[in-house]
């Protein structure tokens, strides 16, 4: 079974200034996807990025971008630029490609807490 | 278009009360998901339904029932609440063979059970 695990439980950030949040993951399927979800106070869960484990290019969407590492397994999200509203708590989750049950779910780290300080 | 919805949003039952957890989508979506977060365990699947008239358990089914009810609809059950199933629980769908396989999230239940 694929697990996640985000080592970081809490981090903050002045604002304007640049942060990476580290997420890393244990699988033995040479295919999959990753994401980052957002959580702010309102508990809305929003897509922030996504990742294709063949795609050796790192996805990037306006001040979010990734850090694919998959022959260290590791994913990590960099929020430049961080503005108030990015303080939220952070989700890292991994979906298989693989046909059959596992394919329809999505595995999720424990989350990393994220504060901007002005 | 809402997306996903979910009623009701906050609910405090006593323990041994039953009641049933409301999530509909207007995405045309497929699957439908049904999770719980407790603080410091992320989100776990409860269970999920891959296409309508199929529901699979997830890493936590015990003391939950679900139902698809229909294409836009998945429904959760709690037949005898406990104390261990106070959480906030969420609904999500995503729509088969777009994009990555992302899912779309309601804005969440915060069910307290006493």
């Known amino acids: 079974a694929q697990t996640v695990t985000q080592s970081q439980p809490e981090m903050s950030v002045q604002e304007a200034e640049t942060v990476t949040l580290s997420c890393t993951y244990d699988?033995?399927?040479?295919?999959?996807?990753l994401f980052w979800y957002k959580q702010p106070p309102s508990r809305q869960m929003i897509l922030v990025i996504r990742?294709?484990?063949?795609?050796?290019q790192n996805a990037t969407e306006n001040r979010f971008s990734v850090n694919f590492q998959k022959a260290a397994k590791s994913f990590s999200l960099k929020i430049s630029d961080s503005q108030l509203g990015d303080a939220a708590m952070y989700f890292c989750?991994?979906?298989?490609?693989?046909?059959?049950?596992?394919?329809?779910?999505?595995?999720f780290g424990k989350g990393t807490l994220l504060t901007v300080n002005p | 278009n809402a997306g996903v919805t979910q009623t009701p949003k906050f609910q405090v039952l006593k323990t041994g009360q039953s009641m049933t957890l409301q999530c509909a989508q207007d995405?045309?979506?497929?699957?439908m998901y049904w999770y719980r977060q407790d603080p410091g365990m992320g989100l776990r699947l409860i269970y999920y339904?891959?296409?309508?008239?199929?529901?699979d358990k997830g890493e936590v089914p015990n003391g939950y029932n679900v139902s698809r009810l229909n294409k836009r609809e998945f429904s959760l059950r709690l037949e005898s609440a406990a104390p261990s199933q106070t959480s906030v629980y969420f609904c999500?769908?995503?729509?088969?063979?777009?994009?990555?396989?992302?899912?779309?999230f309601g804005p969440g239940t915060r069910l307290t059970v006493t």
């Open positions: 999500a769908s995503r729509l088969v063979f777009q994009g990555l396989g992302e899912q779309y």
């Open positions: 699988t033995s399927e040479s295919d999959y996807y």
């Open positions: 990742q294709e484990a063949y795609k050796q």
């Open positions: 989750a991994y979906r298989s490609v693989n046909s059959g049950g596992s394919n329809y779910k999505l595995t």
């Open positions: 995405m045309n979506h497929n699957s």
């Open positions: 339904s891959a296409s309508e008239g199929t529901t």
